[in-house]
């Protein structure tokens, strides 16, 4: 039976002059429960130490004795940090900042993705680790590089820009017209005039500022396919993964999906931070493992990267209570992780991360209550081996959509400081797994027909296609819930005229004809129609966004309780084909939007891992269609269902049934 994977970042090429902590490391690995390291992730300048200089030796030692041990390596490609010698000799290879400065040697993710000399020393170092390593015994699969991310303004990428843009549109009326360019007389009338957003320059553009995001996701992912391609060549039956970064918003992580063969991410919550409680940044997370594992239509992806005590990037860097990181490793798995792997097995002694978390602290024994709580994961990860390459079932959905974001981000107008496009998103996926419903998170791209309810907050930009996908939908008996900030453009950011939502306006029944955006500490309140169906009562609050709509066709659910646009609709139902669609008009309370998504899980269905479960207490569910194994975790700082504080069990059922 295959195991899940325990371990994490490993870097011995730190510790080469002293041999007895790489002994030690490897007495330490089987106390710990690890079966897997990664390693190279940052060893170019070990790995090549001047231009076409090699020196694997310490590498084939490596590899050898975790051969020996019993252990796997995810082998990395360096190319996530550049050697100073290489700098220095190909100064292209540095990136330019968006006001067109360049770069100097230091820190890391600072290459250039456009550099033909990049590129290619990437295949050739690449082409050697692979060649080398082929039929290793050690070998698991390649990490390659790390974290992607950031964007080069450089002349070559400028050029790359303007390629891409011609390849994109054709010609210059068309671009023209879709980025609206009369406007303060921005129209271009040569390509090389077309250039990238800069403070000094040209800001204003949203179509320009869109595209140039998708060329850099676009740019990023080909230098990863480049890179790529020897492994495939050479290895193609080892598995290809980039470690991502869960909402970051630089990449698209939709395009790169199909690219990779698991998803892997890095998870580093902000956990005891006094503006919100563990169970919100537990939902947080939550949202953002379910994320990742839709990115692969519901396969199991790993957990690259967490720490098992405190960061050291963040502005305060709290450690995990005792009991913390075993829930939270614990609930990676319940969310289809088949890992817990951590940055970093060991601290280093020098420079910017020598006081980030680890396994083996400086003290370097196994005497650490961190330690202790990593080998009580280990435990329990060989306790769970059944569960590798299970699903967690979901009948609902929360959209996330990466361009969409972005056209968000970008415009001007209304209340920037609380337009917060991920917590819009989370708040309704929160709202479901706090009732232990497992939620799904597409983008509006994918195909919605395994849901029965399907939650699109703020879809403001709308792809060609969209429209089509959410009205058979419902009209096949789906549940739709929109929200406003829906409709408002089209895929180059241009906004769609004849009224908003746009083209979901007759889906949604409902014309949205203004929005008033509240300052800090300005209120609203919605408030039910009586005896409701949906069961909604009392009066809720709102802040932030009020939206003011026509019903078309549509009935009223609830209503502004302030204001001159008091008793206009806040909630509205259409009926369309056997399904719903319920389009909320304003930024509501967490218990409105809490009692709605409950209220809408019963009425299509959407049935909870185990219902009734007290605050704070979650159930996940993972299952191989025959038996589940399912999880109940407490993440009460006290005792709850049954559960010690921190707490968290598991046990097998026959596959569907509920408790």
């Known amino acids: 039976m295959q195991n899940l994977l325990h371990g994490g970042d490993y870097n011995p090429d730190q510790w080469l002059d002293q041999p007895k902590i790489i002994d030690e490391d490897f007495r330490l690995f089987p106390l710990a429960g690890v079966n897997t390291v990664s390693i190279g992730i940052f060893a170019w300048t070990r790995l090549e130490p001047s231009d076409g200089v090699y020196d694997f030796s310490w590498l084939d030692t490596l590899m050898n004795r975790l051969a020996k041990a019993g252990m796997k390596a995810i082998l990395a490609t360096p190319s996530g940090a550049k050697p100073a010698w290489m700098s220095q000799k190909y100064p292209e290879i540095l990136r330019c900042a968006p006001n067109r400065e360049r770069d100097l040697q230091g820190e890391r993710h600072n290459h250039c993705y456009t550099s033909p000399v990049y590129r290619r020393k990437a295949v050739e170092i690449n082409s050697r680790l692979a060649e080398r390593y082929q039929a290793h015994p050690a070998l698991l699969m390649w990490h390659v590089s790390n974290e992607y991310g950031g964007e080069c303004h450089c002349p070559l990428c400028q050029q790359a820009f303007r390629s891409w843009l011609k ?22 009338t040569d390509w090389s005039q077309l250039e990238s957003p800069a403070p000094n320059g040209e800001r204003s553009v949203h179509g320009l500022n869109l595209d140039w995001k998708r060329f850099v996701d676009d740019q990023s ?3 990863f396919l480049t890179e790529a391609a020897p492994l495939r060549e050479i290895t193609p039956k080892t598995p290809v993964v980039v470690n991502m970064m869960g909402t970051y918003p630089g990449l698209n992580y939709w395009n790169w999906a199909p690219h990779v063969d698991q998803i892997t991410w890095d998870s580093y919550p902000r956990w005891h931070n006094p503006q919100h409680d563990d169970l919100d940044e537990a939902a947080l997370t939550a949202f953002v493992h379910d994320l990742n594992r839709s990115l692969k239509q519901g ?4 957990l690259m990267e967490s720490t098992p005590s405190q960061v050291n990037w963040q502005p305060v860097n709290r450690l995990k209570r005792p009991g913390l990181h075993r829930l939270a490793s614990l609930q990676a798995v319940a969310h289809g992780s088949d890992s817990v792997l951590y940055f970093q097995w060991r601290k280093g002694r020098g420079a910017f991360e020598k006081f980030h978390g680890a396994v083996v602290d400086h003290e370097g024994s196994e005497n650490t209550r961190t330690f202790a709580e990593v080998a009580q994961v280990g435990t329990d990860l060989k306790a769970l081996a059944a569960v590798v390459g299970t699903r967690v079932p979901a009948q609902a959905a929360v959209i996330y959509d990466w361009e969409n974001r972005w056209a968000i981000d970008d415009f001007a107008g209304y209340n920037r400081p609380e337009r917060d496009y991920p917590a819009a998103v989370s708040g309704f996926h929160r709202a479901l797994w ?50 406003f900030f829906s409709g408002w453009v089209n895929e180059t950011d241009l906004t769609n005229l004849g009224g908003f939502p746009g083209p979901l306006r007759k889906l949604a029944g409902v014309w949205a004809e203004e929005l008033d955006p509240l300052w800090k500490g300005q209120t609203n309140s919605a408030l039910p129609v009586p005896n409701n169906d949906l069961g909604l009562g009392g009066t809720y609050g709102i802040t932030s966004f009020c939206e003011l709509v026509h019903p078309e066709g549509s009935e009223v659910l609830a209503t502004y309780g302030s204001d001159w646009y008091a008793g206009r609709p806040v909630l509205t139902r259409n009926r369309v084909g056997k399904g719903e669609v319920y389009y909320l008009a304003a930024h509501t309370d967490r218990r409105f939007v809490d009692d709605l998504m409950a209220a809408l899980a019963k009425r299509s269905g959407v049935a909870a891992v185990i219902e009734g479960l007290p605050h704070g207490v979650v159930a996940e569910r993972r299952t191989d269609g025959t038996t589940d194994t399912v999880f109940t975790f407490n993440f009460n700082t006290h005792e709850a269902g049954g559960l010690a504080p921190l707490g968290v069990k598991w046990e097998e059922r026959p596959a569907g049934k509920r408790g």
Do not use: C, I, M
């Open 167 to 188: 390849h994109r549109y054709g010609d210059l009326e068309s671009l023209n017209k879709a980025w609206w360019t009369d406007f303060w007389s921005h129209r271009y």
């Open 221 to 223: 992912l080909q230098f």
């Open 299 to 302: 396969k199991p992806w790993l």
């Open 434 to 483: 706090n009732r232990s419903v497992a939620v799904d998170v597409p983008n509006q791209d994918q195909v919605l027909s395994a849901y029965k309810l399907v939650v699109a907050p703020w879809l403001y930009l709308v792809k060609p296609g969209t429209e089509q996908r959410l009205q058979e939908f419902v009209e096949k008996g789906g549940t739709l819930v929109l929200t």
